[in-house]
Nanobody, 123 residues
Framework: QVQLVESGGGLVQAGGSLRLSCAAS????????MGWFRQAPGKEREFVAA????????RYADSVKGRFTISRDNAKNTVYLQMNSLKPEDTALYYC????????????????WGQGTQVTVSL
């Protein structure tokens, strides 16, 4: 069992930046690939970014490519999502999740989820 706690969300103006953190307890995060997802009101949960166990491989949704960066610090059991050039359409509840294999884009393939942190981008 892995417990995940996201933090770092908030209210920011368009063009601004936020850095989300996902801290894990229960098991070492180095055993898992990790992903970030988001869900806006009335919409399905969507893939944002994923990172391999070692951090050497990453993948991004087209909508955030070039603006968001996923990283991890296995010594701190933490995964990050640096979000730059934020847009109003990035407004959502952001979740981190663990994946037992090669992290993909489907939420159903992830094992454990955090409770989410809210990101709101204003004009």
């Amino acid at each position: 069992q892995v417990q995940l706690v996201e933090s770092g969300g908030g209210l920011v103006q368009a063009g601004g930046s936020l850095r989300l953190s996902c801290a894990a307890s229960g098991r070492t995060l180095s055993s898992y690939a990790m992903g970030w997802f988001r869900q806006a009101p009335g919409k399905e949960r969507e893939f944002v970014a994923a990172i391999s166990r070692s951090g050497s491989d990453t993948r991004y949704a087209d909508s955030v490519k070039g603006r968001f960066t996923i990283s991890r610090d296995n010594a701190k059991n933490t995964v990050y999502l640096q979000m730059n050039s934020l847009k109003p359409e990035d407004t959502a509840l952001y979740y981190c999740a663990v994946h037992p294999g090669v992290a993909g884009t489907l939420p159903s393939t992830y094992l454990y989820w955090g409770q989410g942190t809210q990101v709101t981008v204003s004009l």
